[in-house]
């Protein structure tokens, strides 16, 4: 029984369905249904009540998770030890578009709490960065999980979701979509990218024969942003980088059922019970869990964002 699934139950218990855990979770919901059976299948006994429209926890549930997550915060405090040295040298990749959110508190964290355990950074995109982990080139990256999750013989530990964003000129009113594709020239983020195929798809479907041809495409965000800010277009891209739009001037628009990627640490599955890589998993984590969303929460200060109306694609 993997240990993610008492997480997974603490989550159906406060959120009170399993489609709320499955938002917290950033799973579907089947997902969570099937954790749920296994670990009724484990206990050999019933957990929930599902002779109603809504799954109801039975309270054995509650008592199972109340135990668990004792357990699971010793386990967490054993991990955090530090009379044990974690060394040694990790092969890291992380996507470039990462490295400006990551590397700082990265470097700072690893130095001041495991100058033994040290990282060589390499960067590149996420397919080359996983088939590099596959061939044991790198032992784990930080990479854009592919839509389908990836290798099932691969472990992927979640890091962040995020929505893709619509960018237009910082000084352009108009906010429906087919209006500004008939505009603007659309600027592409690199379709051999996970994120580039979520935007193409995206705006075929919601603007269809009406956009205008792709004059330009890049594989990277600065990129897209500098011609965009110049007025030379619009695009579809992921804002990872806190702040980046203020070197950057354009309005963001949230967009209606906008895409979403998924960043997460792969490696190799008999790699994930390593310490070196443990301690890795649990400091990245704590950086998405504390330091990033604080970042991201500074840069919307300052930035012209505006969420798109669900008929603004009309």
């Known amino acids: 029984m993997k240990m993610e699934t008492f997480s997974s139950l603490a989550a159906v218990l406060s959120s009170g369905t399993l489609a709320g ?27 929930f009540d599902r002779s109603g429209l809504e799954v109801k926890p039975l309270p054995i549930a509650f008592e199972m998770s109340a135990v668990m997550q004792k357990a699971l915060e010793q386990l967490e405090l054993l991990k955090r030890d530090r009379t044990y040295v974690v060394e040694g040298h990790v092969r890291l990749g992380i996507i470039e ?5 990551l590397l700082p508190d990265l470097t700072r964290i690893m130095r001041s709490r495991y ?39 691969m472990h992927w530990h979640f890091l962040q979701a995020q929505e893709l964003a619509l960018v237009v000129p910082p000084d352009e009113p108009e906010q429906r979509l087919t209006k500004l594709f008939q505009r603007y020239d659309w600027i592409r983020y690199d379709r051999r990218t996970i994120a580039g195929r979520l935007a193409t798809r995206y705006v075929n479907h919601h603007i269809g024969p009406t956009v205008q041809p792709a004059s330009v495409e890049f594989d990277g965000v600065r990129a897209i942003l500098s011609m ?16 980046i739009h203020l070197n950057y001037p354009v309005r963001i628009q949230k967009l209606h059922n906008a895409p979403v990627i998924r960043f997460a640490l792969v490696m190799r599955k008999p790699d994930a019970e390593s310490r070196p890589l443990g301690t890795l998993q649990s400091v990245l984590s704590e950086i998405f869990d504390v330091h990033v969303g604080k970042r991201y929460q500074s840069a919307e200060k300052g930035a012209l964002i505006h969420r798109i109306p669900n008929n603004a694609d009309e």
């Open 97 to 101: 578009s990462m490295q400006p959110l």
């Open 228 to 243: 965009v800010s110049a007025g030379l277009g619009v695009s579809v891209v992921q804002l990872t980088e806190p702040g």
């Open 21 to 47: 855990a499955a938002r917290i979770l950033h799973l579907t919901p089947s997902a969570v249904s099937i954790q749920m059976k296994q670990l009724e299948l484990y206990m050999g006994q019933q957990l």
């Open 115 to 153: 100058p033994a355990l040290h990282l060589q950074i390499q960067r590149g995109k996420s397919a080359e960065l996983t088939h590099a982990v596959k061939a044991g080139e790198l032992d784990a990256a930080v990479v854009a999980q592919p839509e389908s999750g990836g290798s099932s013989r």
